[in-house]
């Protein structure tokens, strides 16, 4: 018996098997993994010493918690594979963007025990956002291993289910929003005669740099704000800048709207 199988080691599969190795979570012993590409399941099972199934249906039977690291295209055949093998015992923990736990348990037409888990690309390097919620009461022990596991991907937050859509808006598109801002930050630069390498790597240490102040200080963001902002100086003129041209108002727009349409997507 594995403790953890692992369905689909593509980007997220394999960040979640390389997380839990190199935080020493899990032994290399304790995890087996399933992909349709063989080849793929191999490399893992070969660079991180891992087991490997020779199908779904082998996996889940094999396993205590499973995870599905698939698409959320690829939901309904994967839960043809393993909806017999798939006890009450086990839990099933899904990282499928906008796919409710609801869905989940349609497709396998049982009420087996599903943990939902919304991460953000930085999980990638182990520095995620992990939302995670419990349909179902777990005790708090089964809930702090699970919790565990999934610290292999950053830092995790638990949420009740009905909040999965806002958080999509929020940190799971959140990266692709900061990465616009580290880019018009840098062009800026560029605009008054930087070389982007330099500009670029000023914006990313700018963003890194202050959201370390922010948590290390705990102070509310617009006290550190105010703090470098100095009478007639720099900074109140490029923030006025920012004002005139609606930054607040257009970032608060993103999360409002790319949390509409993951309700949207959750529908089909
Ligand atoms: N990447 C992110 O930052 C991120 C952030 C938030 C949420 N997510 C969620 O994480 C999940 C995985 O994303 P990803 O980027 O890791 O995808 P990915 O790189 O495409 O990996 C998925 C892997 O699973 C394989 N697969 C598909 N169906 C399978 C099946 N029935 N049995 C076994 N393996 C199967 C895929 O094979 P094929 O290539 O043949 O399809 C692929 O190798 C998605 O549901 C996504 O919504 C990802």
Redesign the pocket.
């Known amino acids: 018996m594995f403790k953890l199988g692992v369905?689909?080691?593509?980007?997220?599969?394999?960040?979640i098997v390389k997380g839990i190795l190199n935080k020493g979570i899990l032994n290399s012993d304790d995890i087996v993994v399933?992909?349709?590409?063989k080849d793929?399941?191999k490399a893992i099972s070969d660079k991180y010493g891992v087991g490997i199934a020779n199908s779904?249906a082998l996996l889940t039977k094999l396993s205590k918690i499973i995870i599905?690291?698939?698409?959320?295209q690829?939901l309904e055949?994967?839960a043809k594979?393993i909806k017999d093998y798939l006890t009450e015992d086990k839990i099933l923990i899904?990282?499928?963007?906008?796919?409710s736990s609801q869905k989940i348990k349609a497709n396998l037409g049982k009420n087996i025990n599903v943990v939902r888990?919304?991460?953000?690309?930085p999980?990638?390097i182990g520095e995620?956002v992990i939302a995670v919620s419990y349909d179902k009461s777990l005790n708090d022990s089964m809930k702090d291993y699970i919790n565990r596991i999934l610290s292999a991907l950053g830092k995790v937050y638990e949420v009740k289910e009905d909040l999965m859509d806002v958080i999509t808006g929020l940190s799971?598109s959140g990266?692709a929003y900061v990465f616009t801002f580290i880019d018009s930050l840098a062009q800026g630069g560029v605009k008054k005669g930087l070389p982007y390498q330099l500009a670029l790597d000023l914006s990313i240490q700018t963003v890194l740099g202050s959201a370390k102040l922010l948590q290390e200080t705990k102070e509310h963001p617009m006290v550190l704000r105010d703090k470098v902002s100095s009478p007639a100086g720099t900074t109140i003129y490029g923030l006025h800048e920012l004002e005139k041209h609606n930054f607040r108002d257009g970032i608060i727009s993103a999360v409002e709207t790319a949390t509409e349409r993951s309700k949207e997507l959750g529908k089909n």
């Open positions: 369905i689909g080691v593509g980007n997220m599969g394999e960040a399933y992909d349709r590409i793929k399941a779904n599905f690291a698939i698409k959320p690829d055949d994967t594979e899904s990282i499928l963007a906008g796919t888990v919304m991460p953000n690309t999980a990638l995620g799971g990266p």
